[in-house]
C-alpha cells in the first residue's frame, strides 16, 4: 500500500527504528536508514532491506544533536527519493539516575535527540509534504510520554514533550492531508532497554537480576515485552490511506501498562 511513498525513520539501524523501516520497506515504501553503528554491518543491512522487498534504501549518519545533519540528511532524501513523504522521529537515548545526581550534559542530550531533532526534520519536511497533500509524522514517544517513573527526569520530560509537538504538526497539517501522531510503546527489549540494567538496579537498589520483574515488567500487565513488529504493524497502518482521519494521537503500544 506504501508503494511510491518514501521515508525518513532516524535511529533505524537498531531495534524500533530498524523495525519500522523494515516494515515501511515490506510494504513498497523507499526508506532513508539512520543511525549509529559499524559501517560494513549497517551497508549489509542497507542492502538486505532494499534486497529482500524491492525497494530503494538509503543511509544517513546524520547525529540527531546536529541540525545542520538533519537538513543536509533530507536534502539527501530528496535528491534520491524525489520528496519525503513519511517522517519517522525515533532516534531516542536513555539515561537512569535520581534527579539530584541528573549529570546537565546527559539533560541536553536527551532533550536534543529524543525532542529537539524532531522539530529540526519535520521543519525540513512538512511544507513539502502539505504542498503535495500527503504526509505522515509519526513520533515514537513512549508510554512516558503519558505517565512517568522516577529517575528518568529528562527522558519523561523529553517524551511529554514531543506529545505536545505531535499534537501541534497535526492541527497545522490537517487539511493538507499530512497527519501527525505518536506511537507511545511500553517496554520492548531492545539495546536501550538492556543498557539500563545496572543504572536500574542501582537507582531502585534492587538485584540486577530482579530489574526485568520489578522494574520493566512490573506495571507491563501483559507482562511481556512489547515486539519492535507490533511498533512497524501500527507505523504502516498509520502511513495508509484509511488512517487519514487519525491525527494528533498519542497511542499506546504497552501491554496495558497506561490502563493502570
Ligand atoms: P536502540 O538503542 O535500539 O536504538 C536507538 C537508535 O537511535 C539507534 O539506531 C541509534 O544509533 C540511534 N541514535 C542514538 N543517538 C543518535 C544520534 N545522536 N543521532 C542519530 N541516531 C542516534 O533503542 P530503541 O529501544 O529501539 O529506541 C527507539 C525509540 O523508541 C527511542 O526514541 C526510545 O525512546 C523509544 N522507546 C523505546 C522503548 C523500549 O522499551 N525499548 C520504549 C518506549 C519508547
Request: hydrophobic content about 45%; aromatic content about 6%.
Amino acid at each position: 500500500p506504501l508503494e511510491g511513498r518514501s521515508a525518513i525513520v532516524t535511529g533505524s539501524t537498531s531495534g524500533i527504528g530498524l523495525g519500522i523501516a523494515h516494515a515501511l520497506a515490506r510494504s513498497g515504501a523507499a526508506v532513508m536508514l539512520n543511525g549509529f553503528g559499524d559501517p560494513a554491518e549497517i551497508e549489509t543491512l542497507r542492502a538486505d532491506i532494499a534486497g529482500d522487498n524491492d525497494v530503494d534504501v538509503a543511509y544517513d549518519a546524520a547525529d540527531m544533536t546536529k541540525p545542520e545533519a538533519i537538513r543536509m540528511m533530507v536534502e539527501r532524501a530528496v535528491a534520491r527519493f524525489g520528496q519525503v513523504d513519511i517522517v519517522v522521529n525515533n532516534a531516542g537515548i536513555q539515561h537512569v539516575s535520581p534527579i539530584g545526581k541528573f549529570p546537565s550534559e546527559k539533560w541536553d542530550a536527551i532533550l536534543a535527540i529524543n525532542l529537539s531533532a524532531a522539530f529540526h526534520l519535520v521543519q525540513s519536511t512538512f511544507d513539502g509534504m502539505c504542498a503535495r497533500g500527503y504526509g505522515r509524522i509519526i513520533n515514537v514517544a513512549s508510554a512516558h510520554g503519558l505517565v512517568a517513573s522516577p529517575f528518568k527526569s529528562a527522558y519523561v520530560a523529553a517524551k511529554h514533550g514531543i506529545v505536545g509537538f505531535t499534537k501541534t504538526i497535526a492541527l497545522e497539517g490537517a487539511e493538507f492531508g499530512v497527519t501527525s501522531n505518536a506511537i507511545c510503546p511500553g517496554y520492548v527489549w531492545t539495546p536501550l532497554v538492556e543498557h539500563q540494567i545496572e543504572d536500574q538496579a542501582k537507582s531502585h537498589k534492587i538485584a540486577r537480576d530482579a530489574v526485568i520483574r520489578e522494574v520493566f515488567l512490573k506495571d507491563q500487565p501483559t507482562k511481556r515485552f512489547a515486539t519492535v513488529e507490533e511498533m512497524g504493524a501500527l507505523a504502516v497502518f498509520l502511513c495508509g490511506d484509511l488512517a487519514g482521519s487519525i491525527t494528533g494521537t498519542a497511542i499506546p503500544v504497552d501491554g496495558g501498562w497506561t490502563a493502570h
